[in-house]
């Protein structure tokens, strides 16, 4: 069974940092990394392959959010950086059987498991 949970969400002024978790049981899958605002869709953060070789970002996040991983301890991780107002969500990891770089890896349906999120709010 998969299962994801996510950790290291809260509350920090604009142009902190925030790290992140996310603890994948059941497998080794490609991973994302999607946020959800109030009244808004869910959209794309971060993919990274299921060995951790290929990254992307959201062109929003590009140069201030990294992900990675720690197949070793089956975690995800999302560093953020120079947080905005804007980037304040809900943010879900998530994990699919057949994502890759060549699609689609940049929207929801391409992923099979989620976690229950994290809240992230960005405010002074």
């Known amino acids: 069974q998969v299962q994801l949970v996510e950790s290291g969400g809260g509350l920090v002024q604009p142009g902190g940092s925030l790290r992140l978790s996310c603890t994948v049981t059941?497998?080794?899958?490609?991973m994302g990394w999607f946020r959800q605002a109030p009244g808004k869709e869910r959209e794309f953060v971060a993919y990274?392959?299921?060995?951790?070789?290929?990254?992307r970002h959201a062109d929003s996040v590009r140069g201030r959010f990294i992900i990675s991983r720690d197949n070793t301890e089956n975690k995800l991780y999302l560093q953020m950086n120079d947080l905005k107002p804007e980037d304040t969500a809900v943010y879900y990891c998530?994990?699919?059987?057949?994502?890759?770089?060549?699609?689609?890896?940049?929207?929801?349906?391409?992923?099979?498991?989620w976690g229950q999120g994290t809240q992230i709010t960005v405010s002074a």
């Open positions: 998530a994990a699919g059987e057949r994502v890759n770089v060549g699609g689609p890896y940049n929207i929801p349906s391409g992923y099979d498991y």
């Open positions: 059941g497998g080794l899958y490609g």
């Open positions: 990274l392959s299921r060995l951790g070789r290929t990254t």
